[in-house]
């Protein structure tokens, strides 16, 4: 039923936009905001001195997205999570596989790899890895990179004022 709130949930999740969502109801006159949680940004770099960002949840404090070397246009797109009951807009392309709110499917990830589908890995950072596969040697990467962030960043942050 078009008029019911679960419609209404659904139509404020899929109405994304910029730095805030917003859903004006004209059935009920109400203002809907879901929380919004910052992307903090931490710029990292290996011992082969290759650097690398990756994009932090302020939800859940895990990294939730990854990429080699520098790209400003991705930081600005990747700014916030908005997260409500028990939905997170982003969940369909994040990393952290083990978020209890993750709902990405494997050609999403690769999406995220600028690949359409997974590679095999050379046969030493298989070894190294443990896994022949790309995506599934990112995915150890970006739960790896974790150990690296600064602890504040590790826990849960409080939803940003609008």
């Known amino acids: 039923m078009f008029g019911s709130l679960e419609c209404h949930r659904m139509i404020c999740l899929h109405l994304w936009s910029g730095?805030?969502?917003?859903?004006?109801?004209?059935?009920?006159?109400?203002?809907?905001?879901?929380?919004?949680?910052?992307?903090?940004?931490?710029?990292?770099k290996l011992p082969t001195g290759q650097e690398f960002a990756v994009a932090v949840c302020g939800y859940s404090g895990k990294v939730r997205h990854m990429y080699i070397g520098s790209d400003p246009l991705r930081r600005m797109l990747v700014q916030h999570v908005y997260v409500e009951d028990d939905y997170c807009q982003t969940g369909d392309h994040c990393l952290a596989l083990d978020c209890p709110l993750n709902r990405s499917e494997p050609e999403h990830l690769l999406h995220m790899l600028d690949m359409n589908e997974d590679e095999p890995l050379d046969s030493e950072a298989a070894e190294q890895w443990?896994?022949?596969?790309?995506?599934?040697?990112?995915?150890?990467?970006?739960?790896?990179?974790?150990?690296?962030?600064?602890?504040?960043?590790?826990?849960?942050?409080?939803p940003l004022k609008e």
């Open 130 to 158: 443990g896994t022949n596969s790309t995506l599934q040697c990112f995915l150890k990467f970006a739960q790896k990179a974790v150990e690296f962030l600064p602890e504040e960043l590790k826990k849960p942050q409080q």
């Open 19 to 44: 730095n805030y969502i917003l859903v004006l109801l004209k059935q009920t006159g109400v203002i809907l905001y879901m929380p919004k949680y910052a992307t903090n940004w931490v710029d990292l």
